[in-house]
């Protein structure tokens, strides 16, 4: 696993092999990216990571001068080696284990950019649950982005906050913001939302 843009560009990263997690690949980390460069500038905004696994995604933020961000995550594992990789870079990082769908429930702030990379085998109910969770206790903020990521077989367009998706061979990034700013926004996300990069 390596840091693909940023100040820390191609530094590698050795997770533990025992860690249960389905990491992004480095095409649809890159494709990601891109898409967001587009809309923010990446520098001191707020991330959120959700189902956070090696903290890949989080590293890709902080590389590019996000900060504060923070991560959850149930596994003990993955939270002690987000803890200790962003020790050893420096990150503005904090790892925190919990049960995603309880910490939505008590947590209260507001975020840039919240990254959601549940297991793909969650059920639909379960993905569309956690996006009604964010948006319901506002912790996004009114310029902000939800982006989830999750397989072809979930469908989630239908949602009342849904912009636009993003398809990467078996992977989809399906983007999310505020309604009153998506309502502004209906062309552009009427142009993207069927895109395939393969």
Same mark, same amino acid.
Request: charged fraction near 30%; aromatic fraction near 12%.
């Given at each position: 696993?390596?840091?693909?843009?940023?100040?820390?560009?191609?530094?590698?990263?050795?997770?533990?092999?025992?860690?249960?997690?389905?990491?992004?690949?480095?095409?649809?980390?890159?494709?990601?990216?891109?898409?967001?460069?587009?809309?923010?500038?990446?520098? &001191?905004?707020? /991330?959120?990571?959700?189902?956070?696994?090696?903290?890949?995604?989080?590293?890709?933020?902080?590389?590019?001068?996000?900060?504060?961000?923070?991560?959850?995550?149930?596994?003990?594992?993955?939270?002690?080696?987000?803890?200790?990789?962003?020790?050893?870079?420096?990150?503005?990082?904090?790892?925190?284990?919990?049960?995603?769908?309880?910490?939505?429930?008590?947590?209260?702030?507001?975020?840039?950019?919240?990254?959601?990379?549940?297991?793909?085998?969650?059920?639909?109910?379960?993905?569309?649950?956690?996006?009604?969770?964010?948006?319901?206790?506002?912790?996004?903020?009114?310029?902000?982005?939800? /982006? /989830?990521?999750?397989?072809?077989?979930?469908?989630?367009?239908?949602?009342?906050?849904?912009?636009?998706?993003?398809?990467?061979?078996?992977? /989809?990034?399906?983007?999310?913001?505020?309604?009153?700013?998506?309502?502004?926004?209906?062309?552009?996300?009427?142009?993207?939302?069927?895109?395939? &990069?393969?």
């Amino acid at each position: 696993m390596r840091i693909i843009s940023g100040k820390y560009k191609g530094r590698r990263i050795s997770p533990p092999k025992n860690l249960p997690v389905r990491p992004t690949t480095d095409m649809s980390k890159e494709a990601l990216f891109n898409v967001l460069n587009n809309h923010f500038n990446f520098s &001191e905004l707020k /991330v959120l990571e959700l189902f956070a696994g090696t903290g890949s995604i989080s590293y890709e933020f902080a590389s590019r001068g996000c900060s504060p961000i923070l991560c959850v995550d149930g596994d003990m594992g993955c939270v002690n080696f987000i803890k200790k990789t962003a020790a050893e870079f420096d990150f503005d990082i904090t790892a925190i284990k919990n049960d995603v769908f309880k910490f939505l429930e008590k947590h209260h702030g507001n975020y840039d950019i919240i990254f959601a990379d549940p297991p793909y085998n969650l059920a639909q109910k379960e993905f569309e649950k956690i996006i009604e969770m964010i948006f319901d206790n506002e912790l996004l903020d009114e310029e902000g982005m939800l /982006v /989830v990521e999750h397989s072809k077989y979930t469908k989630l367009k239908h949602m009342t906050n849904f912009s636009f998706q993003k398809n990467y061979g078996g992977s /989809v990034f399906t983007f999310f913001v505020p309604k009153l700013r998506d309502e502004g926004n209906d062309e552009e996300a009427g142009n993207l939302e069927e895109e395939d &990069e393969g």
